[in-house]
């Protein structure tokens, strides 16, 4: 009895051994890329830094619209996200685009659109326009609805999507003609999984990819060089009955297999940090609480959301073969709502940052996103300040995610956002196009890449003289079969500088990173399940020893 006791207590130990090992791997190294795919992903080489211009169509004076954009320019972004609500333009009637709410001050709706656009052409920027926000005459029933209406009531913002998706997609089609060759990034919808934006209905995927579907083929047929960007769903764990009784997981499962692929060509994402710092990785947790032990039996172990959520949405897209897709985030920030914003709401988002501390959790996770997720294209903070002509509520902590205050004065996570954008673009792990902003033209044939590894591999067209960091120079000439060679490998996993020299650009370009301790993460296990498999066996010799006895 006792060399059986002995054997279930090795037994649970090794166990127990494997489990945390487990934990630990995903841990360290779940979602970081160390082998590059062998082409780089599509949209993923661009400027990363982008800025939520919150309000901005609501802005009542024109100077304050450049004045913002202005402000993004010279932190360093490339790209500015605004928001165009439908009911803001063809607000009362399909085809009506003329706004007589304010009967002294008729005007076309486009308006101060127009504006926006032409002010961030003018400033170089380039704008990701988020349409969603049907108007009343598109959702008739639903805006009638005593289940939409109570929860209108609720949360005063509450929206969703038209009766009649052709009404969307002929709206879509518009923007997309009226912009042609100044806007080409369309984000369709926002956050459809929330019950607060479908009209206070549970999550349907599906029909939502029929309004995905209309919108994006209207778009294109109009002005065939848009981009269509997935809508940024909002990161949930399914535990909100009401609000958000499916995770964002599973709405994008169903969106893929519903057929939504082909109706987008870039993902997105929402990366908030929630108070945790930018590295945090931890993808599973055990949901107990000491305080209500019994609430979370239906699921005691469950993935956090946090910074490292995006890997688990990627991990989707690349299960339905979809991972040749940049993700864009949409939003990401860090609140720094001070002690007077009362209790439960300023713990929103997390435990509140102080500025200085939101400046370097800012930085800390695009730093992250270029190192280990090559995939990732586009960061889009929330937010640059809060615009429009309406002061916000007190209690309310949403201002504080802002980097820039009402009065136009950047804070500290604005300047350290900044000194990161003039440090210049760095490349990760990861296949890249030869126009990643990492790579210079220095001269005529003469290019330079800035890169964060341990080995560059070329995609070359023509013979290259290549150094590395001002070392000699060295004559590369292309592979026969057409494969990217190796021209660095052995260095320090630091920043470095690859000089190219050819009369020919490369076409990519590959970095590569050396798993830490490789042999730890596949000899561990390895070891771990022989001796569990060896326990059982003895232990089975064991019992069949002692029935034989008898």
Same mark, same amino acid.
Request: charged share 25%.
């Given at each position: ?9 090795? $037994? ?11 934990w ?29 211009a919150?309000?901005l ?73 988020r349409?969603?926000?049907?108007? @009343? ?11 939409? @209406? ?5 949360h ?5 999507? #038209? ?7 002929d ?9 042609r ?14 019950? =607060? ?8 995927p ?5 309004l ?11 002005n065939?060089?848009?981009? $269509? ?7 949930t764990?399914?535990?909100?009955? %009401? ?14 297999r519903?057929?939504?692929?082909p ?21 599973? %947790? /055990? ?36 991972g040749?897709?940049?993700?864009w985030?949409?939003e ?11 209790e439960p709401?300023?713990?929103?988002w ?7 501390v939101k ?17 990732i294209?586009?960061?889009? $903070? ?14 309310d902590?949403? #201002? ?7 009065h136009?004065?950047?804070?500290p ?6 000194? =990161?954008a003039?440090?210049g673009? $760095? ?18 044939g ?31 000439? #292309?592979?026969?079969?057409? %494969?990217?060679?190796?021209?660095a490998?052995? /260095? ?23 798993r ?8 561990? #296990? ?7 498999a060896?326990?059982g066996i ?11 006895r008898r």
């Amino acid at each position: 009895m006792v060399r059986f006791i002995l054997y279930l207590t090795v $037994i649970g130990l090794l166990s127990g051994a494997l489990a945390a090992f487990t934990w630990f791997d995903n841990e360290v190294n779940r979602g970081v890329t160390y082998t590059p795919p062998s082409a780089p992903v599509a949209w993923s080489d661009v400027p990363q830094i982008g800025v939520n211009a919150y309000n901005l169509q609501f802005e009542p004076n024109p100077a304050d619209v450049t004045r913002t954009l202005e402000l993004a320019r010279a932190m360093g972004a490339h790209f500015v996200r605004i928001q165009m609500p439908w009911d803001d333009v063809e607000i009362h009637a399909k085809g009506d685009f003329v706004d007589r709410r304010n009967l002294d001050q008729t005007r076309s709706s486009w308006e101060k659109y127009d504006f926006i656009v032409a002010e961030a052409q003018r400033l170089g920027l380039e704008l990701i326009v988020r349409i969603d926000r049907a108007p @009343q005459w598109a959702r008739p029933n639903d805006d009638a609805d005593p289940r939409f @209406q109570a929860g209108l009531r609720e949360h005063a913002s509450s929206t969703g999507p #038209p009766e009649n998706n052709a009404d969307y997609a002929d709206f879509v089609a518009a923007v997309a003609a009226r912009y042609r060759g100044r806007v080409r990034f369309i984000q369709i919808w926002n956050e459809p999984n929330l019950a =607060y934006e479908w009209s206070w209905r549970l999550p349907e995927p599906e029909r939502f990819v029929e309004l995905l579907r209309a919108a994006a083929t209207a778009a294109r047929a109009t002005n065939p060089d848009v981009v $269509i960007l997935f809508p940024s769903l909002s990161p949930t764990d399914g535990k909100e009955p %009401r609000i958000a009784p499916m995770s964002e997981l599973e709405y994008l499962d169903r969106v893929y297999r519903a057929g939504g692929a082909p109706y987008f060509d870039i993902m997105s994402a929402q990366a908030y940090g929630l108070g945790q710092p930018p590295d945090e990785n931890r993808y599973i %947790r /055990l949901r107990w609480r000491p305080n209500a032990p019994f609430r979370d039996l239906d699921r005691p172990i469950d993935t956090r959301i946090d910074v490292s959520r995006v890997v688990l949405l990627r991990e989707v897209m690349e299960r339905h073969g979809d991972g040749g897709k940049a993700i864009w985030i949409s939003e990401f920030g860090y609140n720094s709502a001070p002690d007077h914003i009362p209790e439960p709401a300023r713990n929103t988002w997390g435990p509140p940052v102080s500025e200085e501390v939101k400046g370097v959790y800012l930085v800390g996770q695009m730093e992250r996103a270029r190192r280990e997720w090559p995939w990732i294209g586009v960061m889009n $903070i929330w937010f640059l300040r809060w615009g429009g002509y309406r002061e916000p509520d007190p209690a309310d902590p949403t #201002p504080y995610f802002a980097l820039v205050d009402r009065h136009f004065q950047p804070l500290p996570a604005y300047e350290a956002v900044r000194a =990161y954008a003039m440090n210049g673009a $760095i490349a990760g792990a990861g296949a890249h196009t030869w126009r990643h902003p990492a790579v210079e033209l220095a001269g005529e044939g003469v290019w330079r890449v800035r890169f964060t590894g341990q080995s560059l591999a070329l995609q070359l067209n023509a013979p290259a003289w290549v150094s590395i960091d001002g070392g000699m120079a060295a004559l590369v000439e #292309p592979p026969a079969d057409g %494969r990217s060679v190796i021209v660095a490998s052995g /260095l320090a996993d630091t920043v470095h500088v690859g000089e190219v020299r050819s009369g020919v650009a490369p076409e990519w370009f590959v970095v590569g990173r050396e798993r830490p301790f490789p042999w730890v993460w596949t000899l561990t #296990p390895t070891l771990i399940v022989l001796a569990l498999a060896s326990a059982g066996i003895v232990m089975m010799l064991e019992i069949g020893r002692s029935a034989a006895r008898r």
